[in-house]
């Protein structure tokens, strides 16, 4: 496959995702990885796409200071699946963790009338969920503006003061054989402290998401108990995950 050929499948696969990462992309072409690489770097010199570090975006998302709104909007209808699942998954009078994610925002349309408690470091949650049924907590710290959510030694600290039922987590990575990874080490701290204080813990992870590797491995897959994907994950990817002895909704 020429250049020009591989340049008009990236282009479309990253305005219809809005964004897209290097594994994925190598996947769709048939092609080496850094081939791909490559044609992200002459397609972002000629303005065509925004290069991420993994991965490529749609122009007119990064020019937009990557606000949380637009990720949160990008697989939209994979998120919505996966977090319809996970409301079916939470009991009145639960409390339950909600981490920073995107995902995770929106599983707070599915979760406004239920009586529970949710703790979460994410401020997009919060203001969700102001008024709603839910009783909402607070994690306390520092403000991370670009990803709007607290981070940081005191939001741990605060995390290890409570306990709950459940909790609700995205990841940036999940493979079978590195485990979980990570685009920065404060997300991948606070779901470390997160899981330490919830009985059962929900990974939340869209499709594009499994068999990735970022920035940082930082846990095994051992760390949640129940994986939610959504139906455009791949059958062997499935059962490859299920062999592995992981508990699977989708």
Known sequence: MNFQHRKQIILQTVDEQGSVDVHELAEILQTSEMTVRRDLVQLAASGLLFRTRGGAMKVSLATDQFRFENKAAVNAERKDYICQLAAQEIQEGDIIFMDCG???????QFIRNKRITVITNSL??????????VTV??????VDKERQAIHGLMAEEHIARYRANRAFMGVDGISLEHGLSANSEKEASIAMAIALQTDKVYLLCDSSKLETNKYLYFAPLSLFDILITDKEAKPDVIAAYRQAGITLIN
């Open 102 to 108: 995107s995902t995770l925002f929106r599983l707070c």
């Open 137 to 142: 907590n607070l994690v306390g710290g520092e």
């Open 124 to 133: 997009p949650v919060v203001a969700e969920l102001m008024s709603s049924e």
